[in-house]
């Protein structure tokens, strides 16, 4: 048996994921985790609750994902997202799978999951060093020491990067793993923000700010009219603009990003076509006949939002509803239908749910996640570049790839 001490850089989902199977595979590993809580970005995600991953197929995961998908189909079917909840039942946390196949603890914590991590790894002896790593010093193509803010460490035969991405940098993320990488001669791809809210001009944004809109059209088009988005979901108006899960999947789409490049234009109502809203519209007005517009819309469209839409209408708010003519009713349907937003930017990288970009998967086998340049160099999780759509996706990807980065460093024992 050859020796076979290994490193993991960075104690978040993907690095506690490679830990763990190490160990379920006769390897105690060393963590390099600077915060002293581990997993702090996993215990936030899904709102707290943790969509931990997605209860599909391997073919439709792979659909699923933006970039790089191909990159992630032998290790997604190495561990798929059933083998990946069979892992977590098995640590002792129960899941749930909702809507869209979304998988949540059955206690909605997401603080389960990093806890059934943690102690599996304690119980076990896993090595936990407070420790940021720095740097690596290399001899021909193999690192042989790491360098951390503490000290110096050369008893390391192998080192597994997961030191995440760029966005939310106060749970750890704050980008080392790129400079590690390249150090040792990786390629990093152009870092962006994904999965990231849009700010908008339409000073309505922050009028409605708190309003969210389930089953809502949602599409993008560019300054070449071209739909480069197209999807029904939930959206929510912020002071800056636009968030919410359908708007956070659109965003994905919407690369290179420039002010008023995109346009997102929100179906109100997506089951009710023009016609049938036009008589929805006749028969309110006549309803409410006496009423100023402001209050005929009131069993239509929730209170948040009336006052901006009329506005976006052109249509005087005084106005009761018996003296709107035809043409402001055509314009009203119109609106609905077509709820134009300009898109000024994404959010900071820090505010994104992920990093697009990351580590050029050329350069990585996608069998083992070994780097093609450094011989005994891993990696695993968002530091690697693929990303993908909400709904536990993400989460999936950086267990896959440290399910896959583990088992290929055990097989060297
Ligand atoms: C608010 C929010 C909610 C989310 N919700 C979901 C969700 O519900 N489902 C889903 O699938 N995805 C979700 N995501 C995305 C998901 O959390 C990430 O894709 C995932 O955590 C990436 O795992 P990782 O191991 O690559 O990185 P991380 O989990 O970010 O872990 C990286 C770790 O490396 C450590 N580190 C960094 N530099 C060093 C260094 N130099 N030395 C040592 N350690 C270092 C960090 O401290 C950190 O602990 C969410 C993201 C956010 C921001």
Do not use: W
Request: aromatic residues 8%; proline residues 4%.
């Amino acid at each position: 048996m050859t020796n076979n001490n290994v490193a993991i850089i960075g104690g978040g989902a993907s690095g506690l994921f490679s830990a763990c199977r190490l160990i379920q595979m006769g390897i105690i590993p060393t963590i390099f985790e600077p915060n002293q809580l581990l997993g702090m970005k996993l215990g936030i995600t899904g709102k707290g609750r943790c969509n931990v991953t997605n209860n599909c197929s391997v073919s439709e995961f792979m659909e699923n994902i933006v970039s790089n998908p191909k990159f992630m189909f032998s290790s997604l079917n190495k561990l798929t997202p059933q083998q990946t909840m069979e892992f977590f039942e098995q640590l002792g946390v129960p899941l749930k799978t909702e809507r869209g196949r979304r998988v949540f603890p059955v206690s909605d914590k997401a603080t389960d999951i990093v806890l059934a991590m943690k102690n599996f790894l304690v119980k076990h002896g896993c090595v936990i060093k407070n420790e940021r790593v720095k740097s690596f010093d290399s001899k021909e193509d193999t690192i042989i020491r790491i360098n951390t803010d503490k000290g110096s460490y050369s008893s390391f035969d192998n080192i597994i990067i997961c030191t995440g991405g760029l966005s939310y940098p106060k749970t750890g993320s704050t980008g080392d793993g790129y400079a590690l990488a390249k150090s040792v001669g990786h390629t990093i791809t152009d870092l962006s923000p994904s999965l990231i809210p849009l700010e908008c001009y339409e000073e309505s944004c922050r009028i409605m700010m708190g309003l969210a809109l389930k089953n809502t059209g949602v599409k993008v088009f560019n300054n070449e009219q071209k739909m480069v988005y197209n999807d029904f979901g939930e959206v929510l108006f912020t002071h800056f603009g636009l968030s919410g899960p359908t708007i956070l999947s659109a965003s994905t789409h919407m690369h290179p990003m420039e002010p008023k490049k995109y346009t997102v234009s929100l179906d109100l109502k997506p089951a009710l076509n023009e016609e049938t809203l036009d008589k929805r519209l006749l028969s309110d007005f006549s309803k409410f006949s006496n009423k100023s517009i402001n209050n005929a819309l009131g069993e239509l469209l929730p209170n948040k939002l009336i006052s901006p839409f009329i506005d976006f209408c052109q249509i005087d708010k005084t106005k009761k509803a018996n003296s709107i003519t035809s043409s402001e009713r055509k314009a009203l349907v119109k609106g609905l239908k077509n709820y134009k937003f300009t898109v000024k930017g994404f959010r900071p990288i820090s505010e994104a749910m992920v990093t697009r970009g990351g580590v050029k998967v050329s350069e990585i086998n996608p069998v083992t996640m070994k780097s093609k340049i450094c011989n005994n160099l891993y990696f695993a999780g968002e530091v690697i570049d693929v990303d993908a759509y909400t709904g536990g996706y993400s989460l999936q990807i950086a267990f896959s790839t440290a399910n896959a980065a583990a088992t290929a460093i055990s097989e060297l024992s």
